[in-house]
């Protein structure tokens, strides 16, 4: 399941138009992640983020659509679709925010994570470094209806294309 919503994420990004300015960006996190109540549960998160251009404004900030797709080393994987917002900041900081319904896949059915749709919402703070690419640091909450949810913490890289 994993691989497929990798290879998703890869096809999306042949079907987005040829950049003449930053069309999207791909971006690759990796961290760790804490569960409500049993933090053995925890553990190293990897995260494929792709967004496709600005389909509009929210203020100053730019929203465009995302895929995302994130694998925890329990066996724990999510893929969603939703929109992200960035917020340009002087001196090359930015901020970031998204949300993203999606599908859940609990590696450990007694940690009491519900399987199915759960939505995942971030928020960054990150600069750029140049050349179409910035560092972020994120904080990332997926949950559904159950109240048992999963945090995690990310270190990104973003390169715009």
Do not use: C, K
């Not at 919503?5 to 096809?11: D, G, M, R, T, Y």
């Not at 971030?122 to 640091?137: C, E, K, P, T, Y």
Request: charge should be neutral; charged fraction near 15%.
């Amino acid at each position: 399941m994993v691989l497929r919503a990798f290879a998703v994420i890869a096809a999306a990004a042949l079907l987005l138009p040829a950049p003449h300015a930053q069309a999207g960006e791909v971006i690759v996190g990796a961290g760790h992640s804490f569960h409500r109540g049993d933090p053995s549960d925890g553990g190293m998160v990897v995260s494929l983020e792709l967004r496709g251009p600005v389909v509009g404004q929210l203020g100053q900030g730019r929203i465009m659509p995302m895929m995302v797709a994130d694998v925890h080393r329990l066996g724990d994987s999510f893929f969603g679709m939703g929109v992200a917002v960035r917020w340009d900041m002087e001196a090359g900081w930015f901020l970031d925010a998204g949300v993203a319904p999606g599908a859940y896949r609990d590696g450990m059915a007694a940690r009491g994570i519900a399987r199915g749709v759960q939505v995942r919402s971030h928020l960054s703070m990150g600069w750029d470094i140049g050349q179409r690419q910035a560092l972020s640091v994120a904080v990332v909450h997926t949950s559904g209806n159950s109240g048992a949810g999963m945090q995690t913490v990310l270190m990104r890289w973003h390169q715009g294309f």
